[in-house]
């Protein structure tokens, strides 16, 4: 006798997936974090994150290719901020379950940011 199939099947698995790879890495949910408080220049980032320009860029233009965030020139700087709402229901999900994830800046009681600065999956 065969198994029946599934009433309810999950057609968006793979770009659930990716979305998940995205924010996976340390980096980026770090970045995602942060911008969903306020919009921020690289420079500001990598002060902010303790993550440096390098691999900071890396992560920026992988989050923007995907299209969860977007830069807009301000004079010589460009300034990020998340434009993608399931980016943003998802690390609003992950705040509720590690409290932690609302001090991506450590000012709060967290000594140093736990990211790895070789990163680039």
């Not at 980016?87 to 609302?102: Q, S």
């Amino acid at each position: 006798m065969t198994k029946p199939a599934p009433t309810k099947v999950c057609r968006s698995v793979g770009e659930a997936s990716e979305l998940l790879k995205l924010i996976a890495n340390a980096n980026r949910l770090a970045i995602v974090c942060y911008l969903m408080e306020a919009p921020a220049s690289v420079s500001a980032l990598e002060i902010e994150l303790g993550i440096r320009q390098p691999t900071l860029s890396q992560q920026l233009a992988e989050l923007r290719e995907a299209g969860m965030i977007e830069g807009q020139r301000d004079g010589k700087a460009i300034v990020y901020r998340v434009t993608d709402p399931r980016v943003e229901t998802v690390v609003r999900t992950l705040r509720e379950m590690f409290a932690g994830l609302d001090d991506v800046t450590g000012r709060f009681g967290i000594t140093r940011l736990p990211v790895d600065e070789v990163m680039f999956d």
